[in-house]
């Protein structure tokens, strides 16, 4: 047998796809089937580098008046203008970012924990525990969300943390009946049955099966209420009863200036920034509803 006839039998040998050939193109199908998914993934973590390096971004010290320049429209020296105090509206809108991104984040989150806590415990458990958590909920749903806000900010006086504690009791019912229901549902299930009948604890099941499988629409939910949280508590603090001057926040931004139209870039950039969080917020709960559910 010759040489040529040899290595005609050998058997040919492919090239081995490289790991991280695979791993791009997973990532850019991924973006191509989701791509509100990763937008609003993208500008979240825009915001979030922006609260980050706020004092970085801002080319001013955003409570740093200068009367001379008072009123000045957006120009190379101060790309966004300055307010009627000659306060850089620029510096002040990046500033803003480190106030209203956090709080709205950490509302979302205690809202997430009191309410799916609550929820959960009342549709596993049934009974006087379901009763007592439900009417609890239904009277504070009985109101309209910004009115309780107001009334309950009103009460407690004007500051963030107020403002924070009155979106908390706003929204956390929403997410106790939403998770009462996940529960309710998959609490019948079959593999539930099976766990009781292996004498599986009642709060083992609940925590090891049932809650493991109701987190979808809380996640979803949780991304779309983070710019509603923004929105809330900027307009707490557009009214007066949220963060109080001379403190960069949007909502208080967008007070200040209310009355001066001719001033048109006062409240039109701290509105922008309000108007960009929702949009990726939106943006973002669309996505993971693509992603999550398997019914969408």
Request: aromatic share 10%; no cysteine.
């Amino acid at each position: 047998m010759n040489e040529t006839s040899y290595s005609a039998k050998m058997p040919t040998t492919q090239a081995v796809p490289k790991v991280k050939d695979g791993r791009a193109a997973w990532l850019l199908g991924h973006i191509r089937h989701y791509p509100m998914l990763w937008l609003g993934l993208i500008m979240l973590v825009f915001w979030g580098l922006v609260v980050i390096f706020a004092t970085v971004i801002a080319p001013y010290d955003p409570l740093a008046q200068s009367l001379d320049t008072r009123l000045s429209p957006p120009s190379a020296e101060h790309l966004f203008g300055t307010d009627e105090l000659g306060r850089d509206i620029f510096s002040r809108v990046v500033y803003g970012a480190q106030i209203s991104l956090p709080a709205s984040f950490g509302v979302v989150l205690v809202s997430v924990a009191i309410g799916s806590m609550l929820g959960a415990l009342g549709g596993f458990m049934g009974g006087i525990v379901d009763n007592i958590i439900m009417r609890f909920a239904d009277v504070t749903l009985a109101f309209p969300s910004v009115v309780l806000a107001l009334a309950i900010s009103a009460f407690l006086g004007p500051s963030l943390t107020n403002a924070a504690i009155a979106a908390v009791i706003v929204l956390w019912p929403a997410y106790a009946r939403l998770m009462r229901s996940q529960v309710m549902v998959i609490r019948s299930y079959d593999y539930i049955v099976a766990a009781r009948s292996l004498g599986a604890r009642e709060y083992g099941i609940l925590l090891r099966h049932v809650l493991p499988n109701s987190w979808t629409p809380i996640i979803i939910t949780a991304a779309l209420d983070i710019g509603g949280i923004i929105l809330l508590v900027s307009a707490l603090s557009f009214l007066g009863l949220g963060v109080s001057p001379p403190t960069p926040e949007w909502g208080a931004m967008i007070s200040m200036g209310r009355t001066k139209f001719y001033q048109w870039w006062l409240a039109t950039f701290p509105g922008l920034a309000i108007l960009l969080v929702i949009l990726a917020s939106n943006l973002l709960s669309e996505g993971l509803r693509e992603w999550l559910d398997p019914n969408y």
